[in-house]
């Protein structure tokens, strides 16, 4: 995990771990970088793979993020997102819970270099972008 670069996506300091970059994800939704970063940093910090995620108290998460809004259904959706995400009964990334377009997206253009998007998200279309133009 690389220090976030303010004219970066956050996602793109997560070294390309799938986890970190979906719960990075999950945090942006409905809230701004700069509540969502400091909570991300911190939750890293506390429980930084989905095996201890998935075991963390609720409270706990919840006073982590917080600042991000939503603070009760985010820490039981991260919880349980990172308890499904160890397990094999999954294929596809968006039928694990909080996972929609934009997370998904933010997986497959961060940590795997897919730059065909479904979400309409304007940072995330920006990175393919740049992506791209870096290909060529």
Do not use: I
Request: net charge neutral.
């Amino acid at each position: 995990c690389s220090k976030p670069q303010p004219d970066r996506l956050l996602q793109e300091s997560l070294g390309g771990c799938p986890w970190r970059v979906a719960v990075a994800s999950m945090l942006l939704c409905r809230t701004t970088r700069r509540q969502a970063e400091p909570a991300l940093l911190e939750l890293l910090r506390r429980w930084p793979g989905p095996e201890y995620l998935c075991r963390a108290e609720q409270l706990e998460v919840e006073s982590v993020v917080r600042p991000c809004g939503l603070h009760r259904n985010r820490a039981r959706q991260l919880a349980r997102f990172s308890g499904l995400y160890l397990g094999d009964g999954w294929e596809d990334l968006r039928e694990l819970p909080g996972v929609g377009l934009y997370v998904a997206d933010a997986v497959g253009l961060v940590c795997f270099g897919c730059a065909e998007l479904e979400s309409s998200d304007g940072a995330l279309h920006n990175l393919a972008r740049r992506l791209r133009s870096e290909d060529s």
